[in-house]
């Protein structure tokens, strides 16, 4: 395999011809600089290298260009090589312009013109690209190819891991000509469904999505016994936190037991969030958070559940539900919450099988055509009924309560009422399931009409109030009668300190009633439930972190 590719699209000869010139001095001995003076020609570029399984590592686009601007390139381009990573080199009076479209395309990074010197202003940002598509794997593999059944909860279950962990995948069902092609070489019989075949080739018969993760180069096994820092919980407050501990060079390690990004990272939009003011996808913002807190050497570890809390000394020990401990000097609790299971008859046998908990996005595109109900009346409902009105023949959106005002932003009210085919009855609920190996009808009850119903449904995603699932932390920090745990402020009756508090000060405010226990995000009793101060209360548990260690 020949060098990999900087790719660069000006349609300025004498900029094409610096920019080139400047890679070529710093990169020329590992990468192939390849030029290019319209996205025309560049896109032609592209085509040929695939054809010729080459790499690219970098594409670097003008953004002013006649015929095709460099974010409409870029777009184009990531169809081909979606690993590569993108920067957009822009003169300062297109900036406002380049960044709004930056958050609609993943692009990188912006430069400015002109990048002199190149020391400063060109070779750090390309440096920190170049690192980024190393670390993701420094090639265009082949995707993982997974050979499933429609309707089974095991082969769902593979398939939201891989798509929730961004891990490209290809999936065939176990009837289609080329699923058949690869049970066939396999040697797999029907009992190995799912059958996960890895980018290198291999076959893993019914494997558990420990074995997935492994085989997809997601790390399962912390790398030492201690760390100054573990947190439990891979959502934005675990990931904030994991992006300032490496940052501030504590050994940091975060655990997660199913895929990093948490409730955000299954946010088909996410409007509110500063910085990003057309919105940035949840599994954006998670490949973002992700990579920062790599750069910062914060260790992830991929579906680990913890499942138990103890002190030994001023040491902090978690145990693993699949065996083995990890310690640390502090814990920072980070677990967010999950969605309450809705309770109707059939319902519990359905899971997997046409009732989704959440925003199942891997089920968009087969949503095509179908009735799909979405169960809830926050946010979450309301972007997933966007969501999946892209798709489905229509959408309906059930709400228990008299209206959405109350639960669900003003925004997100005033799209739903543009969307043609999303429909939103409130005072309703489901009260059963049916279907012969998957869901085909609901019967919903309607208490404003007074009437009692059942509906053609393929699709069924419930967004209904959300609990902490903290029970297995036992005793050992308190927490209120929800489950969410209590912190700071919180812990003090009358000014008295928990029982068995043993230092000299009150908790920190994200302090837990152990010391060197901490809870940041959804998981905090009294937290706000959003993406933007979950991660500013994973930031400020870091900090106080440093003034726990300080004192120890
Ligand atoms: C579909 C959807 C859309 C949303 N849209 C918005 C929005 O537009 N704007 C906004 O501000 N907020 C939005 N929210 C709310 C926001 O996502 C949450 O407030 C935020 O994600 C909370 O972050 P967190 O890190 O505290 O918890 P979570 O995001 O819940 O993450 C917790 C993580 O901990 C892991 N975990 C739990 N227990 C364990 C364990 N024992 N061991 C290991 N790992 C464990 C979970 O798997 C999970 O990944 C949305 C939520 C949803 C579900």
């Not at 169809?79 to 900036?95: M, Q, V």
């Not at 593999?141 to 962990?165: C, M, T, Y």
């Amino acid at each position: 395999m020949g060098q990999p590719a900087i790719l660069t699209v000006d349609d300025d000869p004498s900029v094409s011809r610096a920019i080139a010139r400047d890679l070529r001095r710093r990169y020329a001995d590992r990468y192939r600089v390849i030029r290019a003076g319209s996205a025309a020609e560049a896109l032609d570029v592209l085509k040929e290298l695939k054809l010729r399984g080459g790499r690219v590592a970098v594409m670097l686009a003008d953004y002013r260009m006649p015929q095709m601007n460099g974010i409409e390139f870029l777009e184009q381009a990531m169809d081909l090589f979606p690993r590569a990573r993108r920067a957009l080199l822009t003169a300062y009076a297109d900036t406002d312009a380049a960044i709004q479209a930056i958050n609609l395309v993943d692009v990188d990074h912006y430069l400015l013109k002109p990048w002199d010197p190149p020391e400063e202003k060109l070779y750090p940002v390309l440096d920190e690209l170049i690192d980024a598509w190393q670390a993701a794997g420094d090639q265009e593999l082949p995707d993982v190819r997974v050979v499933g059944h429609r309707w089974s909860e095991p082969s769902f279950q593979i398939r939201d891991f891989l798509a929730r962990n961004l891990v490209p995948y290809k999936y065939f069902g176990a009837d289609e000509p080329e699923g058949r092609r690869l049970m066939e070489a396999a040697d797999a019989g029907p009992e190995s469904i799912p059958l996960v075949v890895t980018a290198d080739g291999r076959a893993l018969p019914r494997p558990s999505v420990q074995e997935v993760a492994a085989a997809a180069g997601l790390s399962t096994s912390p790398g030492r016994d201690f760390y100054d820092l573990i947190i439990v919980g891979g959502g934005p407050a675990g990931l904030g936190a994991a992006v300032y501990g490496g940052s501030e060079g504590l050994k940091t390690l975060l655990i997660e037991r199913q895929a990093v990004g948490g409730q955000a990272g299954q946010s088909s939009r996410i409007e509110n969030y500063l910085g990003f003011p057309d919105g940035i996808s949840g599994a954006q913002l998670t490949d973002r958070a992700r990579r920062q807190a790599d750069k910062f050497a914060a260790e992830t570890l991929n579906t680990r559940e913890v499942v138990g809390i103890r002190t030994d000394g001023s040491a902090r020990t978690l145990t693993f539900a699949d065996g083995g401990e990890v310690s640390a000097h502090a814990v920072l609790l980070a677990t967010g919450v999950s969605y309450r299971p809705l309770v109707a008859e059939g319902v519990a046998g359905m899971t997997g099988s046409g009732v989704f908990y959440g925003s199942a996005s891997t089920e968009g595109p087969a949503c095509a055509g179908s009735e799909v109900y979405i169960v809830g009346g926050a946010n979450s409902a309301g972007q997933a009924a966007l969501f999946f009105a892209k798709y489905a023949r229509r959408v309906t959106l059930l709400v228990r309560g008299d209206s959405l005002e109350s639960s669900m932003s003003y925004y997100l009210i005033q799209q739903l009422a543009q969307v043609a085919n999303i429909e939103v009855r409130t005072r309703c609920q489901v009260v059963g399931a049916h279907g012969e190996g998957h869901l085909q009808a609901i019967t919903i009850c309607d208490d404003k009409q007074g009437t009692r119903a059942t509906v053609e449904c393929g699709y069924l995603f419930v967004f209904i109030g959300a609990e902490p699932r903290t029970d297995w932390l036992g005793d050992v920090v308190l927490r209120d009668e929800k489950g969410f745990v209590r912190t700071g402020p919180d812990l003090l009756v009358n000014g008295v300190r928990p029982r068995g508090w043993d230092r000299e000060r009150d908790p920190f405010y994200l302090e837990s009633s152990v010391p060197g226990i901490f809870a940041a995000g959804d998981v905090r009793a009294n937290s706000i439930k959003r993406v933007a101060s979950a991660v500013g209360e994973g930031a400020m548990a870091v900090a106080l972190v440093h003034r726990y260690l300080e004192a120890q």
